[in-house]
Structures are given as C-alpha cells and as structure tokens.
C-alpha cells in the first residue's frame, strides 16, 4: 500500500512565499486602511451621547430614616428593567416628541434612549443618542423629566429625583475611528496572507532553478538567459 507523501513547508519556505509576493502583504492591508480611515471621518455621520443621572426610590422619616436600607436597593436594582421600559415607553416617547416638536415616531425615539442601573445604589442613568450633540442632551434632560412624571404615576414611588443633568457632549462615541483603522489592518493583513498562500498552493508552475529542485528533486545541470 503507497504511503501518501506530505509536502513539508518550513519556516524558510514561508519566508521564501511571502518575500515572493510581498506586494500583495503591503498593497492589501494599506489599502483596507485607507479605505475604513476614509469611511470613518467621510462617510459614516458621527453619534454623540448624552446621559442625565436619577434616583428613583422611596423616602423615609422618622425611626425608618436611620435604617440601613438595603432591601430597597436590592428592590431598586431588580426594577430597573421596569423602569428602563418606563423611560422607553410609547407614552413616554409621544409626550418627547410632542414638547420638542420632533419628526420622528414613538419607535425610533425610543431606540435611541438608553436606561442604565448605577451598581449598588438607586441611581439610574437615562441616556439618549442622536446625530446633534445639543439635541441628545436637550432630549435626556426633557426624557428624564418626563420619565420622573410617569414613574411616579405607574410605580409605588415618591422620591425622583436629577441628580445630574445631561450637557452637551464634545466627542461622539461612534463610529470609533482608531478602532476601525485598527481593525481593518488586522484585516487586511490576514486577508493578504491567506490571498498569498492560496496563490502558492494553486500555483504548480517551474519558474525558476530552485522550483526545480523543490518540486521534482532533480538537479539543475545548466539554465538559459532571458534575453532580449
């Protein structure tokens, strides 16, 4: 029975393939880069973030006051999923749009508001992203006002409270640029030495002197010049 041989590639022959095709491994990953820095700070429309901090909880006098309130903010971080759909509510959204005059429906609104819990506390952190920087934290700050009239009206509460308003932010959160350059390199990189030894392994053409002795074992007693 024949025993299949296989062909062994070490470190020199991979050296050997890619200094042979070395243009493919600058070319392809340059050009991935260009083409996703381009993309990033020309074509892609930056998204800002603004979020205004609340607490949402109940108040306490007398001999309760002194107590050690742990249950409630137990209590209070299992409702944030409650109150998440709260802030996100078409209720919600339709008063929004209907004070700030927007052109938008109740579903798109509500896709931009973002409800995050503060660990541990009974704070909760109402965000909103939108293309206008002034406008997303305009919205959080008429969201959160909204969203304390509601909570209150739907939830057994009587302590919402700001704690921080949003302000206009300076830098978007997306599209990350240096993210995106980065991860186009990676990218290119893989795609151009995968391209390379693909090439290499479709490739059964003799070129050369040393194709000969890798390929058919032989020796190579003379070879002929190009000429012109």
């Known amino acids: 029975m024949e025993r299949e041989e296989l062909e062994v ?10 200094k042979k095709r070395k243009l493919i491994l600058i070319s392809i990953p340059v050009i991935a880069v260009l083409t996703s820095a381009i993309v990033s700070f020309f074509v892609l429309t930056p998204v800002y973030k603004a979020s205004t901090t609340m607490m949402v909880g109940k108040s306490y006098t007398g001999e309760n006051a002194a107590l050690v309130q742990y249950q409630d903010l137990l209590t209070a971080n299992q409702l944030v999923k409650t109150y998440s759909e709260i802030a996100r509510s078409r209720t919600v959204a339709e008063k929004v749009i209907t004070k700030a005059g927007l052109d938008t429906t109740p579903e798109q609104f509500s896709g931009k508001v ?11 952190e109402v965000a909103v992203e939108d293309k206008d920087p002034q406008k997303a934290a305009e919205m959080a700050n008429l969201t959160s ?5 509601k909570v209150v009206e739907v939830m057994n509460v009587d ?4 704690v921080d308003s ?18 186009a390199g990676v990218l290119g990189f893989m795609i151009a030495i995968g391209l390379i030894f ?13 194709d000969v002795n890798r390929h058919l ?7 002929i010049p190009k000429m012109e």
């Open 159 to 162: 302590n919402v409270q700001v």
């Open 114 to 124: 973002k409800v995050n819990p503060v660990k541990d506390t009974q704070l909760i």
């Open 9 to 18: 590639i070490d470190l020199r022959d991979i050296i050997r393939i890619i």
């Open 145 to 149: 006002k909204v969203f304390m009239v």
């Open 198 to 210: 693909l090439l290499e392994f479709i490739d059964k053409t003799i070129k050369n002197s040393e």
């Open 217 to 223: 074992e032989l020796p190579v007693l003379g070879s």
């Open 166 to 183: 949003a302000v206009t932010p300076n830098d978007p959160i997306k599209p990350n640029k240096k993210l995106n350059i980065a991860i």
